[in-house]
């Protein structure tokens, strides 16, 4: 069965609390304001946004003690052809040690930032160097579609476009903000940001903006239920990770997910058995002859998601996707909303609700009454 109402509730316990929304909205803004106002950084830093799982909302509840983890890219014009990433980085360590001392520490790509109540990743990156380029992904960058602190759940109406306008409130701005379009992908796609490379001392492509418009167009084409069976199967992972690889998690997982699922799927119980179904059928070939599977970054396509993948890992986690298939299959078969419900319980935890004694999925329509209704007299006397 879908059990529709067992899986609304399911998601409502995994996604992240209004306490961990807001305070991650606290932290990510407390540290753009703070770049912003930068007398020493005001000359290189064009402007910031959030990125990240918490951006595209799949982003599920942290457990275990563990804080919200927010990513913000700040976009700069220093020209890195001439910057080596080590210099690049540099420039924000004074930065760093006035508002954060103590609590941050250099990544391989970022800064960490550590604070009571929220993680933070900075990401420093560089515009493109040809001129029109820059002109056109400043002009991108600084938009209300880029800089807006909400997230894909929160403004499903979202375009990546200047005209899309954040602070919408009227039911004509709702209208209008409806109507707008991505802006065409030859105009921006071919433009990322540049990120430095601790490890290598060079500079590589990244365009964030991509991942985050192929989420939103996703989600509407799916009808709104992408990023929901993201959480969904994040959290199988959490609940059954003693059985999984430590890998694949967080993006290339969410990668992988949006590759399995066709546009229009009808509900959340439908999603997840394609998904898990699609999995096991597309990479059975490679898991059998130990190859991993190539999946191309939606920005820049010279990237595999899954690089860092053992084939051990691979193999391991398609063996546990075809078990997930068989047991979502005969969770969505079985008639009994109880067994239905015990077999989704199975696979996501003790999060996932029971339905109640005689609950279940509603009839997709109605039975036709074997006899006219009769009133009761005694209401009428």
Request: overall charge positive; glycine content about 6%.
């Amino acid at each position: 069965m879908e059990l529709s109402s067992q899986f609304s509730a399911f998601l409502a316990e995994i996604r992240p609390t209004s306490k961990q929304r807001e305070d991650w909205r606290t932290g990510s803004q407390t540290l753009r304001d703070r770049l912003a106002n930068d007398d020493a950084l005001k000359g290189i830093v064009v402007t910031t946004f959030l990125q990240g799982s918490v951006r595209r909302s799949t982003a599920v509840k942290p457990s275990g003690g563990k804080r919200p983890d927010v990513d913000v890219v700040v976009v700069t014009n220093l020209d890195y052809r001439t910057t080596t990433p080590n210099d690049a980085m540099k420039k924000f360590v004074p930065f760093l040690d006035k508002h954060y001392a103590g609590r941050w520490e250099r990544q391989d790509r970022s800064f960490g930032i550590e604070l009571s109540y929220v993680d933070l990743d900075l990401v420093i990156t560089a515009l493109p160097a040809d001129p029109a380029s820059r002109r056109l992904m400043e002009s991108l960058y600084r938009s209300g579609s880029v800089l807006t602190n909400d997230t894909l759940e929160e403004t499903p109406t979202w375009r990546l476009n200047e005209s899309w306008s954040p602070t919408a409130t009227t039911l004509e701005e709702i209208a209008a903000n409806a109507m707008v379009r991505d802006r065409p992908s030859e105009d921006w796609k071919p433009n990322p940001l540049w990120l430095p490379d601790r490890q290598t001392q060079k500079w590589g492509r990244t365009h964030p903006l991509a991942q985050i418009q192929w989420a939103a167009e996703k989600n509407r084409n799916c009808s709104q239920h992408y990023v929901n069976l993201v959480r969904a199967l994040k959290w199988w992972r959490l609940h059954n990770i003693a059985d999984l690889p430590k890998y694949p998690k967080g993006y290339p997982l969410e990668h992988m997910i949006g590759l399995s699922l066709a546009d229009g799927t009808s509900s959340m119980a439908r999603g997840v058995v394609e998904i898990f179904e699609t999995m096991a059928a597309t990479w059975a070939a490679q898991a059998a002859t130990g190859v991993n599977p190539v999946l191309p970054d939606h920005g820049v396509p010279e990237h595999d998601v899954l690089k860092r993948l053992t084939v051990a890992d691979f193999k391991a986690f398609h063996l546990a996707a075809s078990n997930a298939a068989r047991e979502a299959r005969a969770a969505l078969n079985d008639t009994d909303a109880q067994s239905s419900g015990e077999r989704w319980r199975r696979l996501f935890g003790p999060s996932f609700p029971l339905p109640p004694a005689g609950g279940g999925d509603r009839p997709r329509s109605f039975s036709a009454p074997v006899a006219a209704a009769q009133p009761k007299t005694e209401r009428f006397a």
